[in-house]
């Protein structure tokens, strides 16, 4: 806040809460830069309420919040923060894996609940990791540290990709297969793409269909790449083991019956929620916008 204070005036303060549309467009009114969260949309009716505007530095990689076509229509710029966040969304992603595979939560409660009678050789078993088939979708910058994590576990990495490009560096362990394929062999299945209307639901109910039943999905990339109700309903009829979820498609809404089942881990979006973290994302921000207004290379833009 400090550095925002020395070179802008701030029309908008951060809340505990998301601004309204009303208090946004107050905001940016005659404001020439932006900074906001994936919880604010800026479409072309919020554009045309700011005249002024030059730059918009989205707190996140992901920009699907941002009407692109529309920023570009009016000369306005827009950033991310790349890189920033790629060791801690990769590392809630691996707590998630751990999580739903040794029924963490499940045994916090049993303990907190005072329900814990006592070791006993059944109680709870979970799966090892060691030996398992990590699929990973999307081999960009957060992918690749995924997998990369999947080496201290003794784990099969297969991946798929878009793109078909090779990776650059790639492990040469590391399997690359058809998306049918990698629906099938994988016993953690963890997309690692941007929301686009491509991958949309890109796992609906067919492509759920296609895992096997003792398989988990993990999902740290966003909500709506994954069918929620056909999650829902894969779950309940146990045609899927599990699976740990940090990203909803309507957040913070969950789909019904989502939270009654306990082979599920959900987190509250916490992917890049280290201070470390945020802290470099503000500041990115901060640096793109001001890269920006002084006609300076924009480091991180997008648009």
């Known amino acids: 806040m400090t550095v925002i204070h020395e070179h802008f005036d701030l029309t908008v303060p951060p809340l505990d809460r998301s601004p309204t549309q009303a208090e ?4 940016i009114r005659e404001s020439q830069a932006v ?20 730059v918009i530095a989205n707190y996140a990689v992901g920009y699907n919040n941002i009407d692109v076509d529309a920023a570009k229509a009016r000369g306005v710029i827009v950033t991310n923060t790349p ?12 707590a998630l894996i751990l999580a739903v595979a040794r029924r963490v939560v499940e045994g916090d409660q049993l303990v907190r609940q005072n329900q814990w009678t006592g070791w006993s050789p059944t109680q709870m078993l979970g799966v090892d990791l060691s030996g398992k088939t990590l699929g990973i979708i999307g081999m960009g910058r957060i992918g690749l540290a995924v997998a990369r994590r999947a080496a201290g576990f003794e784990m099969t990495v297969l991946y798929w990709t878009r793109s078909g490009r090779p990776l650059q560096p790639a492990n040469p362990a590391w399997q690359r297969v058809s998306f049918e394929e ?28 296609l895992m096997k039943p003792t398989a988990f999905l993990i999902n740290a990339a966003r909500g709506p790449v994954v069918d929620e109700a056909a999650l829902v309903q894969a779950l309940q009829e146990h045609r899927l083991a599990g699976a740990g979820l940090d990203v909803y498609e309507k957040e913070p809404e969950l789909h019904p019956g989502l939270r009654e089942l306990s082979q599920v881990v959900l987190l509250p979006h916490l992917g890049s929620a280290t201070i470390e973290t945020r802290i470099r ?3 990115m921000c901060v640096e793109n916008v001001l890269a920006v207004l002084e006609g300076k290379p924009v480091p991180n833009r997008v648009a």
């Open 281 to 283: 994302m503000g500041m």
């Open 182 to 209: 990698l629906l099938r062999r994988s016993d953690f299945l963890s997309p690692h793409i941007p929301l686009t209307p491509d991958t949309h639901h890109l796992l609906n109910d067919a492509a759920l269909r």
């Open 83 to 94: 890189d920033v966040l790629t060791n801690a969304t990769a590392d809630i992603t691996w």
């Open 35 to 54: 900074i906001c969260t994936l919880n604010e949309r800026f479409d072309g009716d919020m554009l045309a309420a700011a005249p002024s505007l030059r």
């Open 24 to 27: 946004i467009q107050a905001g």
